[in-house]
C-alpha cells in the first residue's frame, strides 16, 4: 500500500511570514495526526483528526497554528505568523481501523522547516 | 503532565554485540508501547511494539520486555548489525487519549564495524 504522502519536503521562510504544509494519508485511514519534531527530541502530537473532527488539539499554539481535515481525507496544517522556534521537521501520520483504541501509527516523510 | 524517559540517549557498540535501550513512562494505564526507527533524513518506522497483556514479544533479533508494575519497558536488539545504526524512539500510549502517543527524546545507536 501506498505510504502517508507530504509536502512540501523542506520550506524556508523568514520570521512572521506565513507556511502551509500538506498531508495525505494512507487510503482509508481515518485517524490523523500532526507531529512536531525539534531537533534532538521526540515527536510531539500538535493535532489530531477522527475523520474530519477535531479529536485532541491541547498541544497546539492556537494563536499561530491552525489545521483543518477536510473531508476526513487530506490535511493541511499551517503557521502564521512563525516564529524561530517553529524551526522543526513536521510530521503527519495516519492509522486506520476507526474505532480501534491502540492501533500503529504509520509515519510520512516529513516537512523540514526552518525559519530564518 | 505525563512523559516517558529514555536512556541512554547515545550508544555505541561494536558490530556483534548487544544493543538495549530503556524507557520509563508516568501513566500507569498506558497500555500500548510502540518502538520506532529513524533514520537520518527519513520517517520513523515502526519496529516492534508490546501490548500491557503480555511481558515480552520477539521478532528476529529484536525483542521489547514490559514491566507494568515497574513502569518500564525496554528494547533489546542482538547480533547488531551496521544498518541497525540510526535514532530509536519508544513511546507509550496515554488514558484517555484516543491511540495518542507520548514519544521518549530518542536513542542515537551506531554500530561499528
Known amino acids: 500500500e501506498a505510504g502517508v504522502a507530504q509536502s512540501p519536503r523542506y520550506k524556508i521562510i523568514e520570521k512572521r511570514q506565513s507556511v502551509a504544509f500538506w498531508c495525505n494519508p494512507i487510503?482509508?485511514?481515518?485517524?490523523l495526526y500532526w507531529y512536531q519534531q525539534i531537533l534532538g527530541q521526540g515527536p510531539k502530537l500538535l493535532i489530531q483528526?477522527?475523520?474530519?473532527?477535531?479529536?485532541?488539539d491541547s498541544q497546539l499554539p492556537k494563536d499561530r497554528f491552525s489545521a483543518e481535515r477536510l473531508k476526513g481525507v487530506d490535511s493541511t496544517l499551517k503557521i502564521q505568523p512563525a516564529k524561530l522556534e517553529d524551526s522543526a521537521v513536521y510530521l503527519c501520520?495516519?492509522?486506520?481501523?476507526?474505532?480501534?483504541?491502540?492501533?500503529?501509527?504509520?509515519f510520512g516523510p516529513g516537512t523540514r522547516l526552518t525559519v530564518l | 503532565g505525563e512523559n516517558v524517559e529514555q536512556h541512554p540517549s547515545t550508544l555505541s557498540v561494536q558490530e556483534g554485540d548487544s544493543a538495549v535501550i530503556k524507557c520509563t513512562y508516568s501513566?500507569?494505564?498506558?497500555?500500548?508501547f510502540p518502538w520506532y526507527k529513524q533514520e537520518l533524513g527519513k520517517r520513523p518506522q515502526l519496529i516492534i511494539d508490546?501490548?500491557?497483556?503480555?511481558g515480552e514479544k520477539k521478532d528476529q533479533r529484536i525483542a521489547v520486555t514490559l514491566n507494568k508494575t515497574a513502569k518500564h519497558f525496554s528494547l533489546h536488539i542482538t547480533e547488531t548489525q551496521p544498518e541497525d545504526s540510526a535514532v530509536y524512539f519508544c513511546?507509550?500510549?496515554?488514558?484517555?487519549?484516543?491511540?495518542?502517543?507520548?514519544f521518549g527524546a530518542g536513542t542515537r545507536l551506531a554500530v561499528h564495524p
Open positions: 501520520a495516519s492509522s486506520g481501523l476507526a474505532g480501534v483504541f491502540t492501533d500503529t501509527q504509520y
Open positions: 487510503s482509508g485511514h481515518a485517524t
Open positions: 483528526f477522527q475523520n474530519n473532527g477535531v479529536v485532541d
Open positions: 501513566d500507569s494505564a498506558s497500555n500500548y
Open positions: 508490546i501490548r500491557s497483556n503480555v
Open positions: 513511546a507509550a500510549s496515554l488514558s484517555g487519549g484516543y491511540n495518542k502517543l507520548i
